[in-house]
Nanobody
Framework: QVQLVESGGGLVQAGGSLRLSCAAS????????MGWFRQAPGKEREFVAR???????IYSDSVKGRFTISRDNAKNTVYLQMNSLKPEDTAVYYC?????????????????WGQGTQVTVYS
């Protein structure tokens, strides 16, 4: 089992920045690919970014160039640095862990999920 706990959400003005953290406990953190997803009210859960076990990262087109995913295996933590935030970034943000060797943005490929942290961007 892997337990994931997100933090760092909040209220921010458009154009501002936030850094989300996701602390993992349980099995070997480095053996998992880590992803960030978000879900706005009335919408489906949306892929944001993934940091693979090999160190490669991918992003959705909507956040590319503004968000950066990173991980610190020594701290069992994955981060999502969000810059140039827009009101349409408002959502609950979830981190997720996958034991698969090849992982994309499909939520079904992830085995464990955190409880989410709210990000609200106002104009």
């Amino acid at each position: 089992q892997v337990q994931l706990v997100e933090s760092g959400g909040g209220l921010v003005q458009a154009g501002g920045s936030l850094r989300l953290s996701c602390a993992a406990s349980g099995r070997t953190f480095s053996g998992y690919a880590m992803g960030w997803f978000r879900q706005a009210p009335g919408k489906e859960r949306e892929f944001v970014a993934r940091f693979g076990r090999s160190g490669s990262s991918i992003y959705s087109d909507s956040v590319k160039g503004r968000f950066t995913i990173s991980r610190d295996n020594a701290k069992n933590t994955v981060y999502l640095q969000m810059n140039s935030l827009k009101p349409e970034d408002t959502a609950v943000y979830y981190c997720a862990a996958s034991s698969r060797a090849i992982v994309t943005g499909n939520p079904g490929q992830y085995d464990y999920w955190g409880q989410g942290t709210q990000v609200t961007v106002y104009s």
